[in-house]
């Protein structure tokens, strides 16, 4: 979430999503399961179309947070120079995530992986314990109130409509 002025946003954007997310939500899924479907889970075959709605849904939320923060001149990696908290990020602080993780379940919703719910969940506990140990802190530390409000206002992971309009894009 920075302003980084040897690296254009858009290019920190899509060099970020290379190494980070696509690996996360799309490489490593691929290797445990070769996309091979498997019966489905809890014998639940619309399951499979959930699934697919879900993947099509994090990709959006994800993509939209990615292009949110080009859009706002930031990318997505430190030092951090300003908080995004409009589009995306005012009904969630943390739709980068929420969307891999969608992404994951969704997966593992439509080839039936009970592995790829386990990793879905590891990777949700690994999100929470960076955003309450590393993340939170640190930008409270560095914004203060403005930043406290943000939390207060916005939920880490369940989108929905801000409590307050933002009074501005940068925390």
């Known amino acids: 979430m920075t302003r980084n002025n040897g690296v254009s946003p858009t290019a920190g954007v899509l060099i970020f999503t290379l190494f980070v997310p696509?690996?996360?939500?799309?490489?490593?899924?691929?290797?445990?399961?070769?996309w091979q479907f498997q019966p489905p889970l809890a014998g639940i075959e619309t399951g499979r179309?959930?699934?697919?709605?879900?993947?099509?849904?994090g990709f959006t939320w994800f993509a939209s947070a990615m292009t949110w923060f080009a859009r706002e001149g930031v990318t997505p990696y430190p030092p951090i120079d300003h908080v995004v908290t409009t589009g995306p990020y005012?009904?969630?602080r943390n739709p980068?995530?929420?969307g891999a993780l969608?992404?994951?379940?969704g997966?593992?919703?439509?080839?039936?992986?009970?592995?790829?719910?386990i990793y879905a969940v590891c990777w949700f506990a690994a999100f929470v314990t960076f955003d309450l140990a590393i993340d939170d802190p640190i930008l409270i530390k560095r914004f203060g109130?403005?930043?406290?409000?943000?939390?207060?206002?916005?939920?880490?992971?369940?989108?929905?409509?801000?409590?307050?309009?933002?009074?501005t894009s940068r925390v």
């Not at 996360?24 to 070769?34: D, F, K, S």
């Not at 179309?49 to 849904?57: C, E, F």
């Not at 969608?102 to 379940?105: G, N």
């Open 145 to 167: 109130k403005a930043y406290e409000d943000y939390i207060a206002s916005v939920p880490a992971w369940i989108p929905r409509r801000p409590r307050r309009a933002p009074e």
């Open 90 to 92: 005012a009904y969630s």
């Open 102 to 105: 969608m992404m994951m379940v």
């Open 107 to 117: 997966q593992a919703l439509l080839l039936g992986s009970r592995a790829l719910i």
């Open 49 to 57: 179309w959930l699934g697919a709605l879900i993947i099509v849904v």
């Open 96 to 98: 980068m995530y929420s």
């Open 22 to 34: 696509f690996p996360a939500a799309g490489v490593i899924p691929w290797l445990m399961t070769r």
